[in-house]
């Protein structure tokens, strides 16, 4: 089991619906579409997210089964791609969060130190 977080970044396709709320419900969403994922595939546990609504923040942290610590952040990404998705990530004329970098730098989380 690897344990991986990704610290995000965001900006508002739609400035005029940039506000703390519609961030807020649209993290919402993709935590409620982490936990649909973690219910449907054993090999994810422990998916999270905490944010700094105001800097349009987010990271998120999850469990991933894996061989290896590359098939670990493939499986990673791709769910947390699929979350944001699910969550309206590049859906037009939708208040639309979508990241500031193309790929989000992923790290190993040791929780034997916390």
Same mark, same amino acid.
């Given at each position: ?44 546990? !422990? ?15 999850? !469990? ?20 944001? #998705?699910?969550?309206?990530? !590049? ?19 040791? #929780?034997?130190?916390?």
């Amino acid at each position: 089991m690897f344990y991986l977080t990704a610290a995000m970044e965001f900006a508002c396709t739609d400035p005029a619906r940039d506000t703390d709320g519609n961030f807020e419900a649209f993290l919402d969403a993709v935590m409620e579409a982490l936990a649909d994922l973690e219910d449907i595939d054993d090999g994810i546990t !422990g998916a999270d997210l905490t944010a700094t609504i105001t800097r349009r923040r987010a990271s998120v942290d999850m !469990g991933i089964e894996a061989d290896t610590l590359n098939d670990a952040i493939r499986l990673f990404l791709a769910n947390t791609r699929t979350a944001l #998705h699910a969550a309206g990530c !590049g859906t037009p004329n939708w208040p639309v969060y979508r990241p500031t970098t193309q790929t989000p730098s992923v790290s190993e989380v040791d #929780h034997a130190d916390v």
